[in-house]
Structure formats: C-alpha cells, structure tokens
C-alpha cells in the first residue's frame, strides 16, 4: 500500500508557473509508473501526463505537450509536474495516481491539490 500527497498547487496568473509535488509513503514509487491527471469543475478527470517506473519514458496530453514535464526522483519518492506557460483552461484539481508497472492500472491515488490560473 502507497500513500500520495500532492502538493504545490495554488493561484497563479495566465503565463506563469507551478511545480506540483507528490510525496509518497508506506513503499517505494519504484514499485510503480505514475501518472498525474486533473480535473475541472464540472467536467470528468482527464488525463495529463506519466511516466514509467525507471523515468525513462513519458506521455502527455496534446493539451499540455510542450508546456508540462513529467519527473521523478525515486530516492526522494516524489513525482513532480512541472508546469510552465500556465492557461486558464488548465484551472483543475490535479491528481498523482500510481499505476502498476506491467498492466498501468492506475491503484493507489492522492486527494488532489487545486490549481487556479488567472487572466
């Protein structure tokens, strides 16, 4: 069992940045890939970006490609998302979620941190 804890979200103005953190307890993040998602008000969580186990590989949303990144520091047990040329469209509750690394069924989630970006 894995707990998460996301961190770093906040309000910050169109254009800016946010670096979202999330810590891990209970086991070792090199048991898992781990992705982060979002969710806004009133719509369905969506996906934004993973990476696997070793942090070798990445995948993100067309939506955030180029402005978000994706890293891990396993000795720390962190993951962390780092976010860059923020737009409004990007306000949302952000989640980390650990995936199991062979199948990438997301298992063990935190309880989010928000993420508001004004105009």
């Known amino acids: 069992q894995v707990q998460l804890v996301e961190s770093g979200g906040g309000l910050v103005q169109a254009g800016g940045s946010l670096r979202l953190s999330c810590a891990a307890s209970?086991?070792?993040?090199?048991?898992?890939?781990m992705g982060w998602f979002r969710q806004a008000l009133g719509k369905e969580r969506e996906f934004v970006a993973r990476?696997?186990?070793?942090?070798?590989?990445?995948f993100y949303a067309d939506s955030v490609k180029g402005r978000f990144t994706i890293s891990r520091d396993n000795a720390k047990n962190t993951v962390y998302l780092q976010m860059n040329s923020l737009k409004t469209e990007d306000t949302a509750v952000y989640y980390c979620?650990?995936?199991?690394?062979?199948?990438?069924?997301?298992?063990?989630w935190g309880q989010g941190t928000p993420v508001t970006v004004s105009s």
């Open positions: 990476i696997t186990w070793t942090g070798d590989t990445t």
């Open positions: 209970g086991r070792t993040l090199t048991s898992y890939n």
């Open positions: 979620a650990a995936a199991q690394r062979t199948t990438w069924n997301y298992v063990h």
